[in-house]
């Protein structure tokens, strides 16, 4: 009798358990959406690699399942090949901010051949045939010179000036209060205090629903085509000149 009691009080329990879930499943208007939409946001890193710094980025991103894109400086390629490839493998998107980090708007045109040129080469050597996408120094160039390029261009949209402020606390609040879905956000791996702010903002933005993923990603979920010489400042603003 105990026992035949136990198997009726699991039978009333298990169903309790459906009658309460299985509404669940069901939308309660097909207008409400069942969950958050996901926002998609492009973290950019210029001017690295650096071996004291980017490895602590690539650590905490990592951890936080979040993609970024970074605009690596070519004479800084030497030395730092493994931490290029660990780029790469870990899904983020490597671009090239011209050899020596020289200003191009103005420059001939031979400069920025070789300026590029020569990076592209290098992340070729390190990483194979690749496409890879271009940040000039500055986010400066001429309307002219755009046309020089085979690969898309990218500027940004939010720029918390991090190389100057180098404090975690106003970088964070600076990008926070301006950043929207569809955004490039301009950091540098190569600050201390970036490194940190950007860890935060990831976990800030991801508690409201964003996914952080490459520049290449965010246009292509945003259904926007790259162009070869055309500068994206997100998934909505091209740069005009
Ligand atoms: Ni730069």
Do not use: C
């Not at 039978?11 to 309460?20: E, G, K, N, Q």
């Not at 992340?123 to 001429?142: F, K, M, Q």
């Not at 933005?205 to 162009?227: D, H, I, N, R």
Request: charged fraction near 25%.
């Amino acid at each position: 009798m105990k026992r035949q009691r136990v198997i009726f009080l699991l039978l009333a329990l298990t169903a309790l358990i459906w009658s309460t879930r299985l509404p669940m499943t069901i939308p309660a208007d097909a207008s409400e959406p069942l969950e958050e939409e996901t926002k998609f946001v492009a973290l950019t890193f210029d001017d690295g690699p650096r071996s004291d710094t980017t490895p602590r980025l690539l650590d905490g991103l990592r951890e936080r399942g979040a993609s970024a894109t970074f605009f690596l400086v070519g004479q800084q390629l030497a030395g730092n090949e493994a931490l290029v490839q660990r780029m790469k493998d870990e899904g983020h998107q490597v671009g090239n901010h011209t050899w020596s980090h020289v200003e191009l708007q103005g420059a001939t045109e031979a400069t920025v051949r070789t300026e590029v040129g020569k990076t592209d080469a290098a992340l070729t050597a390190i990483l194979g045939e690749g496409e890879y996408w271009v940040r000039p120094p500055y986010g400066l160039l001429d309307s002219e010179q755009q046309k020089l390029f085979s690969v898309p261009l990218v500027h940004w949209y939010v720029d918390p000036q991090d190389w100057k402020l180098r404090n975690t606390d106003a970088d964070v609040k600076a990008v926070l209060s301006k950043v929207q879905p569809g955004d490039i956000i301009l950091m540098h791996d190569t600050v201390p205090a970036s490194v940190d702010a950007a860890l935060r903002i990831v976990d800030a933005l991801e508690a409201k629903g964003y996914q952080f993923v490459t520049v290449k990603e965010l246009l292509a979920l945003y259904g926007v085509t790259p162009k070869a010489g055309t500068m994206y400042r997100s998934a909505e603003v091209v740069a005009e000149y």
